[in-house]
């Protein structure tokens, strides 16, 4: 199995900037696509955006501009830098990976805890 650490939430000001980590550790032959998703209380979680293992991504409209997926597959870690930051963007996010432990494993998935992310003055 695979465990997925994110790290770097916290409380930032409206026009601000946080970047998120994801780490992921466990037994790892390879990782595929991964997603960062976010959930606000009272709504349904949501795709931020993704990344695959050749390194294309696509984010939601709400984003578009502002947040940036990035990953460094020699140190099984993923990345989301959020700039200008808007109250919207209050939630706790959550990263996913798409994984195979082994080279003749099929593919599973893994979810992070989440981390919390408040924008506010």
């Known amino acids: 199995q695979v465990q997925l650490v994110e790290s770097g939430g916290g409380l930032v000001q409206p026009g601000g900037s946080l970047r998120l980590s994801c780490e992921a550790s466990g037994r790892i032959f390879r990782l595929y696509e991964m997603g960062w998703y976010r959930q606000a209380p009272g709504k349904q979680r949501e795709l931020v955006g993704s990344?695959?293992?050749?390194?294309?991504?696509k984010y939601v409209d709400s984003v578009k501009g502002r947040f940036t997926i990035s990953r460094d597959n020699a140190k099984n870690m993923f990345y989301l830098q959020m700039n200008s930051l808007k109250p919207e963007d209050t939630a706790a996010y959550y990263c996913?990976?798409?994984?195979?432990?082994?080279?003749?494993?099929?593919?599973?998935?893994?979810w992070g805890q989440g981390t919390q992310v408040t924008v506010s003055s």
């Open positions: 990344i695959t293992s050749g390194e294309s991504t």
């Open positions: 996913k990976v798409e994984f195979a432990a082994t080279i003749i494993s099929s593919r599973s998935v893994s």
